[in-house]
């Protein structure tokens, strides 16, 4: 009883803090058993998910801008129990969540992927207390748009850090590799040239290439190379005098040994030390 009053006391000095955010006093937020509020950010190309852990009701805040895999949805960072336990190692160091759809469940770092993600952080931006800080996370096929959003500085800022989970940086490496994938990305850009949407062959026409790196990667992994993806991303990045970070891991594309607490907790540290 006395745990449970605690914790009704506690919500209620949360709830009322929130106040000072315009848009978190407003329908919507959801209030989840682990403390933390979530927001969903409507968009016909797919809705977006703004979460904001205790930590963050009182104080401003960086944000991370997390972009899913191919065929996922923004959805997957809290409804997937091994994600769940990712985020919710980064966000519990005091990070603001935003969960992009990415424009849908296959976009492969067009520019409709990109536009959404900068609509959505526009959209979350009055929903809770910044500090100015942004981060980008990529999963599988979220690494295109998380790392263009660094180097292409799409929201028109630079991007503090980008963590790379399994990775897909190497756009010309995914067309050629399988058929499947090539129909997948040209579906994606409609006839549109990928120039500029390749963030490992298109390195050196990009402005924000000095942006510190994080990359997780595998040798077992069959579905993203890390040699000829993450890897050799990172050794681009060295090249330019930019931090970079490798956490390797065992196992196939996206297993438990990728995706838990652990690596949460370390990409966590990760965008700390780089303010």
Not at 31 to 45: K, N, Q, T, V, W
Request: overall charge positive; some cysteine.
């Amino acid at each position: 009883m006395r745990n449970g009053l605690k914790a009704v006391a506690l919500t209620l000095v949360a709830l009322g803090s929130l106040g000072n955010v315009q848009a978190q006093g407003s329908a919507g937020w959801k209030l989840d058993p682990d403390g933390r509020r979530s927001l969903i950010l409507p968009d016909p190309a797919g809705d977006s998910q703004l979460v904001v852990p205790p930590v963050c009701w009182q104080r401003a805040c960086p944000v991370v801008i997390v972009s899913h895999g191919r065929g996922g949805q923004a959805s997957d960072g809290s409804t997937h129990a091994p994600f769940d336990a990712l985020l919710d190692a980064i966000d519990v160091q005091g990070f603001v969540l935003l969960l992009s759809s990415d424009g849908g469940r296959e976009t492969w770092g067009s520019l409709a992927a990109l536009n959404t993600l900068r609509w959505a952080y526009r959209a979350a931006l009055p929903r809770f207390q910044h500090n100015g800080r942004v981060y980008t996370l990529g999963i599988s096929m979220g690494g295109l748009p998380a790392t263009l959003t660094a180097y292409r500085r799409t929201l028109g800022i630079p991007i503090n850090a980008v963590a790379l989970v399994a990775g897909r940086v190497n756009l010309n490496n995914a067309v050629r590799t399988s058929k499947s994938r090539g129909r997948s990305v040209a579906a994606a850009y409609g006839g549109a040239s990928t120039r500029g949407h390749d963030p490992v062959n298109d390195f050196g026409q990009f402005v924000g290439t000095k942006t510190p790196l994080l990359v997780v990667s595998s040798p077992q992994d069959q579905a993203v190379n890390g040699v000829k993806n993450g890897l050799l991303l990172a050794m681009l990045v060295r090249r330019v005098g930019a931090k970079t970070q490798v956490i390797g891991v065992m196992g196939p594309h996206l297993n438990r040994q990728y995706v838990n607490a652990d690596i949460g907790r370390q990409i966590g540290l990760f965008f700390r030390a780089h303010r």
